[in-house]
């Protein structure tokens, strides 16, 4: 894809200022201001435009170069950068979040890798239809999860058991207790 202009991200803010303005004409400085551009990617953006002529200066007419603009936003081109540029910024964005997590060091024990059902510490605690985890910061509670994550990891028919049995009759227990407060 060849090179696209810097201000093509621009060009809604570029329009809107053209719109409101109430000169009829707009001379190569004002061009230059407008995009951000120099004196000859000005005369470029200029080429080609009705305008008037005084010597070596010129100047465009405004709504001929609303007309160009506007043709330029409906095109095929416009419309791809405008969607790569938002693509960028996005996966630019995930990069961040992802590295600025990536940065956080999770204090671990050295015997994480290893971490059965019954070995996890008294703040974790684990029952059917509950989770409960005692923490006092965010990298303590990331290291509780990472506990317990390996601990599901090396002992899933424990985890198992232990979040699922009796897991009827809690269901059951809640179905009663939903029925009751509706009759109410």
Partial sequence: ???QPAWFHRLDE????????????????????????RQRRAR??????PGLRAGNASAVLRLALIARLEETASGGVFQWEINRRARVVDELDRTRRQLAARRVRIPAA?????RRLRDLPGDIKLKPGE???EFF????????????????ANDWPAFARAVEDGGQEAAAARSLRLANSLKR
Avoid: C, N, W
């Fill in 110 to 114: 050295a015997d994480v890798e290893d």
């Fill in 131 to 133: 989770l409960r985890i």
């Fill in 44 to 49: 470029q953006l200029m080429a080609g435009l």
């Fill in 14 to 37: 570029i329009l809107e200022t053209l719109r409101g303005m109430e000169s009829s004409h707009l001379d190569r400085q004002a061009v230059q201001k407008l995009f951000g551009v």
């Fill in 1 to 3: 894809m060849p090179y």
């Fill in 137 to 152: 910061g965010a990298e303590d509670l990331a290291a509780k999860l990472l506990e317990l994550s390996k601990a599901m």
